[in-house]
């Protein structure tokens, strides 16, 4: 058996196929719930929220305790900074997550009708898409996702530190909220995506790129590393 940094071939296969699906569950269902039975109107947001959170939660319950379940690229990151994910675990993770977001919205195209997917609400990047409000300049796009990015870290950071170790079951019902309260916030405005593999799997299967596309890039990683960061200098004595 082949051992790499303290883990076999088949540990490091099994955490990117878990890493794989769970991002599957967070896309198909949160972007299921984007999707309108209807053509002249939207679902409501807090229906969208409800349904990202719970495919959050679902994602923890499953794969939580096999590869963390990061789900999102700077939670992998976050994980790296603080020491608790090796450098050569990270293409694993992030493959997984770009294939698994890839895979599920792939799924949703096939299975929606082309109209409940653009229409005229999305008439070109797509249902759950990234989407930048009209009204709002680049900057400011820029920094809600980094905002929202920095608490979504915050929060993570907090759940791993080893003092609140005696509450880490309940950890998918604390992202969970989170989730649901930044949607609601920000989902009027940037689409609250504070996750580059969400981006990523609409982006590609719908060739949406557009010139604002990197906020949803930088605003989440420049967050994650800001909130680490933070977390690291301020209050990291026992992680």
Known sequence: MIIIDGRSIQERITMYVAEFLATFILMYVGCMACVSPSTTALRHLLEVAFGFGCAVATAIECFGAISGSHINPIITLAAFLLGKLPLVEIPGYL???FLGSTAAYGLIRIMMAESLIF??????AGICAKGLNPQLTTAQGLAIETGISFI???ITCSIVDSRNIMSMGT????FAVTIFILAIVAGPFTSC???PARTFGPVVVNNAWKKNSWIYWAGPFGGSALATICYIIFFCDNM
Not at 119 to 124: E, S
Not at 171 to 174: E, R
Request: charged share 15%.
């Open 119 to 124: 229409g005229k609400f999305y008439p070109d």
């Open 193 to 195: 995506h504070m996750n």
């Open 171 to 174: 950890a998918g019902l604390k």
């Open 152 to 154: 979504l870290i915050l």
């Open 95 to 97: 493959t997984g997550q």
